[in-house]
């Protein structure tokens, strides 16, 4: 986290962004291949059958817009902890 926050601060945004993208894909190889070992492969299911799946996704839809604006809530309020925190560890 201080390595990309570090990158913005340096004026490498386009940079940072990229290494944490690429960090976001890793864990999401990570979680897969956790996924995988613990609860076996996924079994195909005809077309049209995910009754269940509905509510989950869009819990997690939710979920993902709340923590997104929290996080950016974080960056952009003035005074922030979060901001001046960051900043003295990458100085």
Do not use: C, D
Not at 60 to 74: F, P, S
């Amino acid at each position: 986290m201080l390595i990309v926050a570090g990158g913005f601060q340096a004026g490498y945004g386009w940079a940072a962004a990229a290494a944490a993208l690429l960090l976001a894909f890793g864990f999401l190889g990570l979680v897969h291949a956790l996924l995988e070992t613990t609860a076996g492969k996924a079994r195909r299911r005809p077309a049209g059958n995910a009754t269940g799946l509905r509510g989950v996704t869009v819990l997690t839809a939710a979920a993902t817009v709340l923590l997104l604006a929290l996080a950016g809530a974080a960056f952009w309020l003035p005074g922030s902890e979060l901001v001046s925190a960051l900043a003295e560890g990458v100085s």
